[in-house]
């Protein structure tokens, strides 16, 4: 499969995913390559239902570049923003958790960016695209719902040391 078919087919992917988002959550976009300088765009979404206290995190949803034009497994990323401030955070804390919730979590990581100021969960997951677009596309939902799934059970904690 060319490369070009394969944007295309992770440009409507992420398309698709968006209006899903959009039907269960209000703030979903679809921002395409030209804008978003990711091959075949990205979607980006406000989850507003996230742990005890129904936190907002912001997400953003996309494939990461192929290495080369002959890979034949491509990254699908899910990276969630829990925080963008971490000016009153307890920095040691915060990290201790984040290592905590690593070691019990099944996959992704939770990732304390001190140079930009932000508590961040990334979870990427590879896939074929010799596989049916459903078949991808349903892999698509699975990585989102485990990201959202880890993140709801730790959020809440996450945030009072991220936030102070």
């Not at 679809?30 to 979607?43: N, Q, T």
């Not at 990732?111 to 596309?137: H, I, M, Q």
């Amino acid at each position: 499969m060319g490369k070009d078919n394969v944007l295309q087919i992770r440009a409507r992917l992420l398309e698709q995913l968006k209006d899903d988002l959009t039907e269960d959550y209000t703030a979903a976009e679809y921002i395409p390559e030209e804008e978003s300088g990711i091959p075949a765009g990205e979607v980006t979404v406000m989850f507003d239902t996230l742990g005890i206290n129904s936190n907002d995190i912001f997400g953003e949803i996309f494939f990461l570049p192929d290495a080369d034009d002959a890979a034949a497994v491509s990254y699908f990323e899910c990276v969630l923003l829990i925080s963008d401030t971490l000016d009153n955070a307890d920095m040691p804390a915060l990290s201790a958790e984040c290592v905590k919730q690593n070691n019990a979590s099944p996959a992704g990581y939770f990732y304390v960016d001190e140079e930009n100021g932000r508590l961040l969960y990334k979870l990427g997951v590879p896939v074929s695209f010799d596989s049916e677009e459903t078949a991808v596309y349903k892999e698509m939902n699975m990585a989102v719902g485990c990201a959202l799934s880890i993140v709801d059970r730790s959020v809440d904690e996450l945030i009072v040391l991220a936030e102070g």
